[in-house]
């Protein structure tokens, strides 16, 4: 299938590739088909992705894998919130963050309120707001990332 993207021009994209969110996601319920796009020439472990609709070409949101950001990332989800998901098993769900990425790289956040769960191997996503109080919608990545650096030494 050819995409048109938002920040990649037009992309052949394997049908396997594409993602259904059957419920939309949060303040765009009307676009189901997503794909997970990057830089292949990025070789970072800790590169961000785009979550591209694949229904609206300038609706992209930068995504990243919770913990890079945060390793001790464990949301508390109520498990028939994950009925769109097909039954998954914890071992094919992917979690990722939308991501805020002003000029300014300190101010860079992460919201770990509403992930977007993924289950990998139906190819079905939802976005769900967390009961975990303690995780804050703009979640500071850069202050988070300085810290653990500075505890591994670097």
Request: aromatic share 10%; no cysteine.
């Amino acid at each position: 299938m050819l995409a048109k993207t938002k920040f990649f021009g037009e992309v052949e994209l394997d049908d396997d590739k594409v993602l259904e969110f059957p419920n939309g996601i949060i303040g765009f319920e009307d676009y189901k088909k997503f794909a997970i796009l990057y830089d292949e020439d990025d070789k970072s472990e800790n590169r961000i992705s785009w979550l591209q609709s694949l229904d609206e070409q300038g609706l992209a949101f930068p995504v990243i894998d919770p913990l890079v950001v945060a390793p001790e990332y464990a949301p508390v989800i109520e498990d028939e919130l994950l009925g769109p998901l097909d039954d998954p098993s914890e071992e094919d769900l992917l979690f990722l963050l939308a991501m805020t990425i002003p000029s300014d790289m300190t101010k860079v956040t992460a919201n770990m309120k509403a992930p977007f769960i993924i289950n990998a191997v139906a190819r079905k996503g939802v976005q769900l707001i967390v009961e975990n109080e303690d995780y804050p919608v703009k979640f500071n990545v850069y202050e988070s990332v300085q810290k653990m650096k500075e505890k591994a030494g670097e």
